[in-house]
């Protein structure tokens, strides 16, 4: 009796165990499914068409302007603007007087100095021209007394064999005489040059270092104007611009630099001027780079093909440079490539089946992948997530493909 009992229990526990565990099976499966028919509902697939326009690979940078055509003109004075001579856009020469200054006590010291430095240099490069001249002198009367020892000189006799070479020595040391003298007098004409220079920059008359345009004035008459005569600082009193186009620098990173090549198109923006695109080219190209926190750049520079008041040194810029460009091609959004086991596909729309077909794929980038066999221009492609923006322009637009500024035009979306 007892026995039969626990032979009932333990039937029971056995069944309820096993229900229990069929149970949570089929919770378990049924949360599945409902996974599996969420996410099927949520999957979703647009229509393309394959277009043909023109395509094209670029790579991004920033960076400044370095130059803009425009001249500093600076002085190392001190003292108070008497009087200006020119203002804003007035066309100057070189050497032309654009103002006057009235030194103080230090800015009269420092000209006495650096004039009394000019006329030493110049005593100097005086004294060597001088120098020059005596072996000038020399060196005529050594050429001649050797021309006339090789004439009389049979060479015969121990003792004309040793006027001889006395006679060729002298010549030879002449010559370099006037030749070293000769480089002396080059180094006094420079160091001439910069006492002069110098002397410019002390004087109380400031003036134009070139011809050109009057940018911008930055001194005006009663401003006064201070300089470190020890550290031999300078201050800019006005710029001139001159005819030329900007050049910019811009920052490319290890991964793109082996792919920028002299040459280049560039297209050209600047936070400053809206609505505007300036175009270039690659002029330079700096391969050796520079590394900052673990960072590498290499500049790379840009020549504008046109001129504009309102690029200025320094202004930021963003550039993108062409690598490569075709016209006419057939092209997709990058998104319906589909890579499966080494080979390149697309998946194609047929009523409502569909299947993949391989291509053969040209330029690549972010945006669009051109096609060069496998599918043609209008054939309605898959892609399994949403597009980018600018799919669904009007199919009487003109289409460009692109890393970043792309728009493909008249692309159709349905929900499959």
Do not use: C
């Amino acid at each position: 009796m007892i026995t039969s009992l626990l032979k009932n229990k333990k039937t029971r526990i056995i069944a309820f165990a096993v229900a229990l565990s069929l149970a949570g099976f089929i919770i378990i499966y049924k949360i599945s499914a409902n996974t599996k028919q969420k996410d099927t509902e949520t999957q979703e697939s647009v229509s393309v068409q394959a277009k043909k326009g023109t395509i094209r690979e670029t790579v991004s940078a920033s960076g400044q302007i370095e130059t803009a055509n425009y001249l500093t003109i600076t002085t190392s004075v001190n003292g108070i603007v008497n009087k200006v001579y020119v203002k804003e856009g007035d066309v100057v020469t070189k050497g032309q007087a654009i103002m006057d200054i009235t030194l103080n006590s230090e800015g009269e010291e420092s000209l006495s100095s650096a004039r009394s430095s000019y006329l030493s240099a110049r005593n100097t490069l005086d004294s060597a021209i001088n120098t020059l001249l005596t072996y000038e002198s020399t060196l005529i009367s050594a050429e001649e007394d050797f021309e006339d020892e090789k004439e009389s000189n049979s060479y015969q006799t121990h003792d004309e064999r040793i006027s001889y070479a006395l006679a060729e020595n002298a010549a030879e040391i002449a010559q370099n005489n006037y030749t070293n003298q000769q480089g002396t007098i080059a180094q006094k004409r420079t160091a001439l040059n910069k006492a002069w220079l110098t002397y410019q920059a002390q004087s109380p008359t400031i003036v134009a270092p070139d011809n050109g345009t009057i940018a911008n004035i930055v001194m005006v008459e009663g401003m006064d104007i201070t300089n470190s005569l020890s550290e031999r600082t300078s201050s800019t009193v006005a710029s001139i611009r001159k005819e030329g186009t900007p050049i910019a620098s811009l920052n490319i990173s290890e991964i793109d630099i082996n792919k920028i090549k002299v040459g280049q198109r560039v297209e050209i923006t600047l936070n400053s001027i809206e609505k505007k695109t300036f175009l270039g080219d690659v002029v330079g190209i700096d391969k050796i780079g520079t590394v900052s926190s673990g960072v590498s750049n290499y500049p790379v520079i840009v020549k504008f093909d046109e001129d504009s008041r309102n690029v200025l040194p320094n202004m930021g810029i963003d550039a993108e440079i062409i690598i490569q460009e075709k016209e006419n091609v057939v092209y997709v959004p990058s998104p319906a490539i589909v890579q499966m086991k080494g080979e390149t596909m697309v998946k194609v729309q047929e009523g409502d089946d569909s299947e993949l077909i391989n291509v053969e794929t040209g330029i690549t980038t972010n945006e669009y992948t051109e096609i060069l066999s496998g599918i043609e221009e209008g054939t309605e492609v898959l892609i399994n997530t949403l597009p980018i923006s600018g799919f669904t322009t009007s199919d009487d637009e003109t289409g460009q493909g692109g890393s970043s500024r792309g728009v493909f035009p008249g692309m159709g979306t349905g929900k499959k």
